[in-house]
């Protein structure tokens, strides 16, 4: 299954059943499953471009639909949409300066984007020192790079303080506002509001990031040093953001979705490259537990049942 080619356009149809499943009709989220096939497209780029497994192989992407449709709680936000699809995207440019301390366009690109999103979701601007870190990791962070990242960043905002000076004659009210949510807490009381499905579904991507970690560890020998590179920071910010989903649960729309990117290639790598006894077990147990969890969110919420 991990090596077939029907594989993935078996996944993409089981994945649009699911949105549709969702309400994607009756709610007219149609924006949102643009977003969500563009998101597709990109996880097909960025396994292509990087050689994140060194067999033919679309279980990464398969396994970032499947894990995607898991969380089918997650689909009716558009801003949700829009940051999953700049989270991957930013993932792209800055993956494709490994080695070069002189990739200013590129990480200038990566922050731009990074930017774009912060303005659907403030909240992603938590991930700022992440990607430093991970310009550390791919040997590309300079003092020219670093001064790239910034003026990408800052693009959007020079654009959107001049339209509300323009459009609100001087109030910047409308663009402080904007940075408000960053200073919300309410942990206690979000604690409150997340349903079981939501805990199920994190305790899940737990097993299976350690999974995938265990298994690269005890494998990343066969890997070229460049993929080692990708996967050490994948793994870095996906315990991260595992580690931040349970002190920030207000902001569980925001941090789930790099979860589910960054744990896709993990779980696919080991899916792709595991072929014992225990291994192909493991795998009918991860698939038939995901198509659990999958119906059981479908049932707390869609409209349907």
């Known amino acids: 299954m991990a090596g077939s080619r029907l594989t993935l356009p078996v996944t993409a149809l089981y994945g649009l059943g699911i949105c549709f499943i969702c309400g994607v009709i009756q709610h007219q989220w149609w924006i949102q499953l643009v977003c969500y096939a563009l998101a597709v497209y990109l996880m097909i780029l960025f396994n292509n471009f990087y050689a994140l497994i060194r067999i033919y192989s679309r279980a990464i992407t398969s396994a970032f639909i499947v894990l995607s449709s898991m969380a089918c709680f997650l689909f009716p936000s558009l801003e949700g949409g829009i940051v999953t699809v700049g989270f991957i995207a930013s993932l792209l440019f800055i993956f494709s300066t490994y080695q070069d301390r002189e990739a200013a366009g590129r990480i200038y690109y990566t922050f731009l984007i990074l930017g774009l999103a912060s303005l659907a979701k403030i909240q992603m601007l938590m991930f700022i020192p992440v990607y430093w870190i991970m310009m550390i990791f791919l040997s590309s962070l300079s003092l020219r ?161």
């Open 145 to 305: 790079t670093f001064i790239s990242s910034l003026l990408g960043l800052l693009t959007p905002y020079w654009f959107w303080i001049s339209a509300v000076l323009l459009l609100y004659k001087g109030d910047l009210s409308p663009f402080t506002n904007h940075f408000l949510p960053l200073a919300e807490v309410g942990i206690y009381n979000a604690y409150n509001n997340i349903p079981l499905s939501h805990y199920l579904t994190y305790a899940f991507l737990i097993i299976l990031t350690v999974t995938g970690i265990i298994h690269f560890l005890r494998t990343s020998y066969n890997d070229k040093i460049r993929t080692r590179q990708f996967y050490y920071s994948i793994m870095f910010f996906d315990i991260l953001v595992l580690v931040l989903l349970p002190l920030f649960p207000q902001h569980y729309d925001l941090l789930f979705r790099p979860a589910i990117i960054l744990t896709s290639p993990l779980i696919g790598h080991f899916i792709a490259l595991t072929n014992t006894k225990v291994t192909n077990i493991a795998f009918y147990i991860i698939l038939i537990t995901a198509l659990l969890l999958t119906g059981f969110n479908l049932w707390i919420s869609s409209f349907i049942f």
